[in-house]
């Protein structure tokens, strides 16, 4: 499996973090910066984007100060339903309920839970249940045709 993950200034430090752990595992595709100077979210937002929307990466990470940022810009590349989440629950349901394919989270969210996010992230499936699917073809209409 391959994840890519995308920060801005904010969120390197945890960035670092979560590359070392999940490297372990995965395959991990860095596109964030590795400095606090500062940068724009959204060059790194819509990188990540465009690498899960092309099927490059199974999945995304996006870190920024408050993943809120990050999260709606990765949500203006076609093909992607990020979430923004701040907890295991939320990881969990937005992946059976919405299959997104990108998680965010803020750059104060504590390296274990960073990574409980993610874990049950990336191994939670989609539920495949018809009113599910039913709303997620909604969006992706939507999409295609505005």
Known sequence: MK???A????????????????????????LGTDY???VDYPDYAFMLGELVSSGEADYGIAIC????????????VKGIRCAKVSNVEEAKYTREDN????????E???????????KTFIETPFSDLEKHMRRINKITKYEEEH
């Open 36 to 38: 606090e100077d500062s």
């Open 3 to 5: 994840i890519g993950i």
């Open 7 to 30: 920060n801005d200034h904010r969120g390197y430090k945890l960035k670092k973090y979560l590359v070392d752990e999940l490297s372990k595992d995965y395959e991990v595709v860095n």
């Open 99 to 106: 299959d997104a394919n990108i998680v965010a989270f803020g």
């Open 65 to 76: 100060g408050s993943g809120i940022g990050i999260s709606i810009a990765c949500n203006k």
């Open 108 to 118: 104060k969210t504590t390296e274990k839970d960073a990574l409980d996010i993610v």
